[in-house]
């Protein structure tokens, strides 16, 4: 399926390195998330990208983070990426993804911004980062928005502070340093995704 919606809770593996990501990777899957992006600025991240793919393909929905360029996009499908992350609203690289057929989930701050993004053919946006502005403005922005736009919280938001979130109506989140930085083992990853995912279904 093209362009498909990203699960309720998208795993960002900032800094992971491609003899990692496949032991990291299974963990998140074991644990139920079936979102999986390496942001750009990792490591070697189509490296990465490529064996998460090939790995993990069939079974969550994996691709980049932190693409700033329509060119990316094109690297990221080259290795089987499916999701094209963005931290901002660049109508360019939204419409590129759309047009490979990948899942765009670009960052967003203002109704400004999400209104960009979704003319630009983006169906899930990101409020990031979504600790400086809260859940209600979420609840704010989604009113005025499409009712078939999915929006996540990104940054600042984990097991520990997901209701408030939830209540505003979020359709997941996006979580990066609560479940992942460099240093952590496979088991601990997969130990915090337990949580995260048991926090999410609670």
């Given amino acids: 399926m093209t362009n498909a919606a990203p699960p309720p809770i998208v ?8 003899t990692e990501i496949v032991d990291i990777a299974a963990a998140l899957v074991a644990a139920g998330i079936k979102g999986i992006e390496v942001p750009m600025n990792s490591p070697d991240p189509l490296e990465s990208i490529g064996k998460l793919c090939d790995a993990f393909g069939d079974q969550a929905l994996c691709g980049a983070g932190t693409v700033l360029a329509p060119e990316v996009v094109d690297q990221v499908a ?6 094209i992350v963005t931290p901002n609203t660049d109508a360019a690289v ?12 670009p960052g967003f701050a203002t109704p400004s911004e999400a209104f960009v993004a979704v003319k630009a053919g983006a169906k899930a946006l990101k409020l990031y980062p ?12 989604k009113d005025v928005l499409p009712k078939d736009i999915l929006v996540y919280a990104v940054g600042g938001v984990g097991a520990g502070n997901l209701e408030p979130w939830r209540a505003a109506g979020v359709a997941g989140l996006g979580v990066g340093g609560d479940l992942y930085r460099p240093g952590y083992t496979a088991q ?14 609670a």
């Fill in 188 to 201: 601990e990853v997969g130990e915090r995704a337990a949580a995260l995912v048991a926090a999410w279904n």
């Fill in 94 to 105: 939204i419409a590129r993804a759309v047009e490979l057929g990948l899942t765009a989930m």
């Fill in 78 to 83: 080259g290795v089987g990426g499916k999701l």
């Fill in 11 to 18: 795993a960002i593996l900032r800094g992971v390195k491609p």
């Fill in 130 to 141: 979504a600790s400086s502005f809260g859940p209600g403005h979420i609840k704010a922005v």
